[in-house]
């Protein structure tokens, strides 16, 4: 089963390659991973599923952990539900079809996992923050998306690029300027942010 389990998950990632999927890179996985299990967290909200991967690898690192997780796109998420099952993980990973910002959801969790569309970081941190159980953790992805948030905006080409970059400052600002968290982003994968409840 040990064997079935990392050629699985190689197969994942291999899928997210070819597929041009966007999945946390590994120093980043290893950081949520470490936190999960040094905070002891046992129920995550995450936004953003894609096809598994790191609703996966985080409830590979804790046999108590359980996930929910929101995907708006049909095609990953049907990705994904086959290789939560295919792992044995779907009485810990229960996943929504869904745009998150349409999504009300009654429970509380020790964790938010950000990791969806970059541009909406504020409305889902606003939406979601009810959620969250005092002494609870929001966790953010893609910070210095792909290194472009310490670029000068003018040496981005892309407009689009420019536009989720500027938000993605704007998201920054918005931690920094939050009373009610404290935030540090890491200097991690792709940069994470861990806003945690005063």
């Given at each position: 089963m040990v064997?079935?389990?990392?050629?699985?998950?190689?197969?994942?990632?291999?899928?997210a390659l070819v597929n041009k999927i966007p999945i946390m890179q590994d120093e980043g996985l290893d950081?949520?991973?470490?936190?999960?299990?040094?905070?002891?967290?046992?129920?995550?909200?995450?936004?953003?599923?894609?096809?598994?991967?790191?609703?996966?690898m985080m409830a590979l690192c804790s046999p108590d952990l359980k996930i929910t997780s929101i995907?708006?796109?049909?095609?990953?998420?049907?990705?994904?539900?086959k290789n939560i099952k295919e792992l044995?993980?779907?009485?810990?990973?229960?996943?929504?079809?869904?745009?998150?910002?349409?999504?009300?959801?009654?429970d509380s969790f020790d964790l938010i996992f950000i990791d969806a569309a970059k541009s909406q970081n504020i409305k889902f941190f606003e939406l979601f923050e009810r959620n969250l159980k005092d002494n609870g953790y929001i966790i953010t992805d893609n910070m210095y998306f792909h290194g472009l948030v310490q670029k000068n905006e003018k040496e981005i080409v892309s407009r689009n690029v420019r536009g989720i970059v500027k938000k993605i400052k704007n998201y920054i600002a918005f931690l920094k300027d939050n009373d009610k968290y404290d935030t540090t982003i890491y200097d991690v994968g792709d940069g994470i942010a861990v806003s945690s409840k005063k």
């Open positions: 064997n079935d389990k990392y050629s699985k998950i190689k197969q994942i990632k291999e899928y950081f949520l991973t470490t936190f999960i299990i040094k905070h002891q967290i046992k129920h995550v909200l995450e936004l953003g599923t894609a096809i598994g991967y790191s609703a996966i995907e708006r796109d049909e095609k990953r998420y049907l990705e994904a539900l044995h993980l779907e009485d810990r990973i229960t996943l929504i079809f869904n745009d998150a910002l349409n999504v009300k959801i009654d």
